[in-house]
């Protein structure tokens, strides 16, 4: 009997599948009628034999994972686990000559290059083989110290800074008074005002994660004595100080801060972390139109998160016994001025697509208020930097697309470069355009704004523009007056994007003035 590890799930060594340089992280192809995700789960819980192995599992060297390379009999590897994806081929969304590309060999980078969010373990685990006999999974770039010393007093904690810049690392230290214990991280440099750092205190464990750019410092603690579940984080942004402060159940001295646990006092890049995830609980569902529904979700008590602009998080749910997981983007309310929001909200809101057929969005669909949903941290790549000297921000979103170009039009209301920001936004009917009120609204009260409408399938009445995007389009949405300085945004299906990016590409935008965002 072959002891098969617990993997987690991303792995550390996996990446984003978004890219800041416009070029998307995967195709989707269309998938024959009945080979759907549900289809799937319903045919790998049928009981058939989907490895060929009569259920035994078996050590697979890499002479024989090379012999199973081929359409009919395709074996590969990820992170040292071997899977038959001979039977998977037709269920793949991104079809089978993708998943050729790694027949019979390790196909754990050519999986996270993409995959960041699927749970494979879940979805394959009926066509597990073994496991690899020799160790065939890529080491973990990160460093990590040895547990340090229990703390005390005021001392600053042992800490490992990374070979080439010893004083870039964060560093922490904490002190107390009679009814309150206070951590502080010292960041090492300034922090962007649209947030980074997010806590969670449960069961008496806190865990602090602070986002540097393309970095990541955790503090990961088992308390030294009960605390209340409330807690407060003052940010410091010029300087680099974030102070998290917790109240004391007893007013009594401590003299520790607490144990170390997993990937305390750690810095590594952010690709490289597994999702950690919390339970929220779902306290309204709004129509926003015929088919699209705003879920807004509470965070538990004990937690502080704040998703910057132009980031996801995902959404986790068992749906049949298989783990599935999907990315959304945040928006707020709705779209006044971001400077007006409560800096106390803390509730997510996320405008969501049903689809009859969509197996994580009918599941969504179905819970009910007070229902619970297992939410990560803020992922992707995105940032803000490249907007500090634009004057013009270009944006084409099509369908739910438009979720993370929400929040950018809302920062750039705010942004003191950005003389103007345009929206041009493609759906099949005028009935699928989201938020249009509140766009017209904005974009009739204020001149740093335009939104134009683009339908494939408007109804005879409609007076704007119709179609699918092309170069014409392109070329009069996107006049530059001299001297400007713009940037593009995209975001919407896979073959919306695809030719977006190469319709850009042909206007001369170059990779540093494009994101795309991809879903």
Known sequence: M?????????????????????QSGRSKVALKPGHSLMDWIRFSKSGKDLTGLRGRLIEVTEEELKKHNTRNDCWTCIR?????????????????????????????????????????????????????????????RAIIPPPPPPLTGLSQPTTLAPPHDKDSRPRYDWFQTDGTVHLVVYAKRKIPSSGCTTVDLKAGVLRVEVMLGKMSYIIHLCLADEVEGNISVNTAFSVGKIQVSIRKQAKRKWTSLGQPMEFHNTFLLKKDRAPYYRDCVLVSKTDVNHNTHMFRLQLPRGTVMHVPVGKH???????????????????????????????????????????????????????????????????????????????????????????????????AQDHDSIRKTKLLFFNRREEDILWRCHLDELAANNDKFQVEYVLSEPCESWTGRTGRIDESMLQDFLKKPGGSKYYVCVCGPTAFTDLAIRLLKQQGISDGELHTFCG
């Open 2 to 22: 072959l002891n098969i590890p617990s993997q987690s799930f991303p792995a550390p060594s996996s990446q984003q599948r978004v890219s800041s340089s416009g």
């Open 80 to 140: 040292g686990l071997v899977y038959n994806v001979t039977p998977y081929m037709d269920y793949h969304p991104g079809g089978e000559e993708e998943l050729m590309k790694a027949a019979g060999i390790d196909g754990t980078d050519l999986f996270d290059q993409v995959h960041r969010w699927v749970n494979y373990e879940s979805m394959l685990k009926e066509c597990l083989v073994g496991k690899m006999a020799t160790k065939t999974t890529k080491a973990i």
């Open 313 to 411: 998080v995902y959404l986790k749910a068992l749906i049949q016994d298989i783990e599935v997981v999907r990315p959304y983007t945040p928006v707020d309310q709705d779209l006044i001025a971001a400077s007006q929001l409560s800096s106390q909200e803390s509730d997510l809101y996320l405008m969501i697509k049903i689809y009859p057929d969509g197996v994580f969005t009918k599941h969504l669909n179905s819970l009910n208020i007070g229902d619970h949903v297992s939410i990560s941290g803020p992922e992707g790549p995105f940032t803000v930097r490249p907007l500090r000297d634009v004057t013009h921000l270009y944006l084409l979103a099509a369908g739910t697309g438009f979720t993370p170009m929400a929040r950018l039009i809302q920062l």
